[in-house]
């Protein structure tokens, strides 16, 4: 049997000793993501939006769902959202740069190197930042639209977030930085 303090000093596969030595380029990487996050939205939302209405199209149904109620309304009520986004950049750049910043910008702090974590709290904070937004705007057409407008802008947002993810640990670049030997004198 191992005891509590042997058991609670073993790290993840995934994490390094963690280091008192500070951990550079997050501010940046934080700006860079948030406004990336920005502009992904905005440019999937359209992407999505563009073949929701090619699809319905093809189909032979109705152009825009203004003012009906159902799943594919709010579907819709979230891609117009997520592609308005970037008329409200000086709301939704701080609070993408705020919800990295408390989520996955610790990450290097702790020592985790891997880029899985990343990807993984991105994609979560992303999704839960879009899609909680979509969803209380889709209550508006009822409960049927606000579930679409989860789904759709849930959809968005994690896509989005795993990007910003991805960028983050890039700019970071958390294992160079954490493993490699600190040599200056002064």
């Given at each position: ?9 073993e ?31 905005t440019?999937?939302?359209?992407v999505?939006l563009?073949?929701?209405e090619?699809?319905?199209?093809i189909?032979g ?9 159902g ?28 919800a ?18 990343y990807?993984?709290?991105?994609a979560?904070?992303?999704?839960i930042l ?18 679409g ?5 849930g959809?968005?947002g ?12 890039r ?12 040599l200056?004198?002064?």
């Amino acid at each position: 049997m191992t005891s509590q303090a042997e058991s609670d000093s073993e790290l993840p596969a995934y994490a390094t000793t963690p280091r008192p030595k500070r951990v550079k380029r997050i501010r940046l990487a934080l700006l860079v993501s948030s406004f990336a996050a920005c502009v992904s939205v905005t440019l999937m939302g359209y992407v999505f939006l563009g073949l929701m209405e090619l699809a319905f199209g093809i189909l032979g149904w109705g152009g825009l769902a203004v003012g009906q109620t159902g799943f594919l309304s709010g579907v819709q009520t979230g891609l117009q959202l997520a592609a308005l986004n970037f008329f409200l950049f000086f709301i939704t750049v701080p609070a993408a740069a705020l919800a990295l910043g408390l989520s996955i910008g610790r990450l290097p702090h702790r020592g985790i190197t891997a880029l899985m974590p990343y990807l993984r709290w991105g994609a979560v904070c992303g999704a839960i930042l879009v899609g909680g937004t979509t969803f209380v705007f889709g209550w508006f057409g009822g409960a049927a639209a606000a579930g679409g407008a989860l789904v759709s802008g849930g959809a968005i947002g994690g896509m989005a977030g795993a990007f910003c993810g991805f960028l983050l640990h890039r700019i970071v670049a958390p294992s160079k930085q954490l493993t490699e030997m600190d040599l200056s004198v002064f």
